[in-house]
């Protein structure tokens, strides 16, 4: 699992290969991964945005930018999380993602980004 913290705001990934959806004779491999996102401050805080870097091991690399995340933009208090499941498909069996969020401290609007840490996606037939 990969973790970091942010201005008070912590930040953990793990992921999961999906064989049942992944197709590799057509270079097709999708992975799933499970983002919790543990306010650690003082003030309540709301996720505005996303923004991801998402590489294959072959060179290529995508940015992907939207609102919230899987269509909500949670506000977290503090001492609490909020967790969400999403995927990514790569045209390689391996790969890595890394970004950041937009958050809003509700106390003060005022906006700051949390990094969200690389992480890597590696079907499991690969670490053998």
Not at 11 to 18: A, D, L, N, R
Not at 41 to 67: M, P, Q, T
Not at 76 to 95: A, F, Q
Request: hydrophobic share 35%.
């Amino acid at each position: 699992m990969a973790t970091i913290i942010t201005e008070g705001v912590k930040v953990s990934v793990e992921t999961i290969y999906q064989p049942e959806y992944s197709n590799p004779m057509n270079d097709h491999f999708m992975f799933a991964y499970r983002v919790s996102i543990e306010n650690m401050g003082n003030y309540a805080v709301r996720l505005v945005s996303r923004h991801w870097y998402i590489f294959d091991s072959n060179g290529a690399k995508r940015e992907v930018e939207g609102e919230g995340v899987v269509g909500q933009q949670p506000i977290i208090e503090p001492g609490n999380s909020h967790e969400y499941v999403s995927g990514c498909n790569l045209k390689t069996d391996m790969g890595s993602m890394k970004g950041e969020y937009q958050m809003e401290r509700l106390l003060d609007n005022s906006l700051f980004n949390v990094q969200i840490p690389e992480f890597y996606l590696i079907a499991p037939y690969r670490l053998n």
